[in-house]
Nanobody, 121 residues
Framework: QSQLEESGGGLVQPGGSLRLSCVAS????????VGWFRQAPGKEREEVASINSGGQLINYAASVKGRFTISRHNAKGTAYLQMNSLNPEDTADYYCAAGWGYYPKIEWGYWGQGTQVTVSS
């Protein structure tokens, strides 16, 4: 069974950092684009960042550009989201997804269960 599993969420103070991981099982993550999404209570899901299968094409939402970094290690079947300078507006459930195609037309076929990030003092 193909699945993605996120980890690394938690409670962090404003200005702090977290690193989220997304581990794939049952699928070769290296064959897929990977995206990180987030959804805050009462808000629409937002695509935060995406990276193509080879790691050369990266895109960020304007709200996180310069603070978040997406990366991947295909041999480990893992993708990451390094989040720096966090603020309360970053509080959300964060999800990773794997899909086919290239930004902005990526068809997301696999989703993780999510990890919660709370930014609060």
């Amino acid at each position: 069974q193909s699945q993605l599993e996120e980890s690394g969420g938690g409670l962090v103070q404003p200005g702090g950092s977290l690193r989220l991981s997304c581990v794939a099982s049952g699928l070769n993550l290296g064959e897929f684009a990977v995206g990180w999404f987030r959804q805050a209570p009462g808000k629409e899901r937002e695509e935060v960042a995406s990276i193509n299968s080879g790691g050369q094409l990266i895109n960020y939402a304007a709200s996180v550009k310069g603070r978040f970094t997406i990366s991947r290690h295909n041999a480990k079947g893992t993708a990451y989201l390094q989040m720096n300078s966090l603020n309360p507006e970053d509080t959300a459930d964060y999800y990773c997804a794997a899909g086919w195609g290239y930004y902005p037309k990526i068809e997301w076929g696999y989703w993780g269960q999510g990890t919660q990030v709370t930014v609060s003092s």
